[in-house]
């Protein structure tokens, strides 16, 4: 079976345009969460979606917002693009959404804000 | 919320040396997992370990969490072992907490 997959792998964007991230969940894992890892810390939970309804938001601005489809992939948005917000974006999946039960993570995406 | 801490921060080690992390937090937690995280940024599971003790080949994993705490256990290190090595609990649904990372140099 394929692992999480991310896209894009690297995104390059300007200050004050928006970006859109994606995850595609291990087969058969219907939650999804997404992390911001900057460099030198560790991962920072944002969101996590399960059955496709947000169960958990992390301490992030409103310009955060995520989605999740039917076939349990996921979107993350970022609005507003500030410097600060340049970061390696991570996806994480797992069968259920109740806890207790091991993430997986996927590559990731590196965002750089210029 | 529960709080991870990691110790020691930055590890240098010979190869074929054996090391020890730690990393302790703050309140009870049902899902304690340790990652490797190699130069390229990939989150690599090792153990997924609330309690007990667990060995996968050269590395072995123990959480006592009575007394809020895991211990990570590097055997015979290669310089392939090195990278940034978290803990983290999860706080609700399947919030993860991370701890800081120990930054692991396996020098040959």
């Known amino acids: 079976d394929a692992g999480v997959t991310q896209s894009p792998t690297h995104l390059i964007k300007t200050r004050g345009q928006h970006v859109t991230l994606r995850c595609s969940p291990i087969?058969?894992?219907?939650?999804v969460s997404w992390y911001q890892q900057v460099l030198g810390q560790g991962p920072q939970f944002i969101f996590q979606y399960y059955e496709k309804e947000e169960r958990g938001r992390g301490n992030f601005p409103d310009r955060f917002s995520a989605r999740q489809f039917p076939n349990y992939s996921s979107e993350l948005n970022v609005n507003a693009l500030l410097l600060g917000d340049s970061a390696l974006y991570l996806c994480?999946?797992?069968?259920?959404?109740?806890?207790?039960?091991?993430?997986?993570f996927g590559p990731g995406t590196r965002l750089l804000v210029l | 919320g529960i709080q991870v801490e990691q110790s020691p921060p930055d590890l240098i080690l010979q190869e074929g040396a054996n090391s020890t992390l730690r990393c302790n937090f703050s309140d009870s937690v049902n899902n304690l997992q340790w990652f490797h995280q190699n130069p390229w940024g990939q989150l690599i599971n090792l153990f997924y370990?609330?309690?007990g003790t667990k060995q996968n080949g050269r590395l072995s994993a123990t959480t006592v969490a009575t007394e809020r705490y895991s211990l990570l256990y590097i055997s015979s290190s290669q310089t392939t072992d090195s990278g940034v090595y978290f803990c983290a609990g999860m706080e609700y649904g399947n919030k993860l907490v991370f701890g800081a990372g120990t930054i692991l140099r396996v020098k040959s």
């Open positions: 087969s058969g894992h219907k939650s």
């Open positions: 994480a999946t797992s069968p259920g959404g109740q806890g207790g039960e091991t993430q997986y």
């Open positions: 370990i609330p309690s």
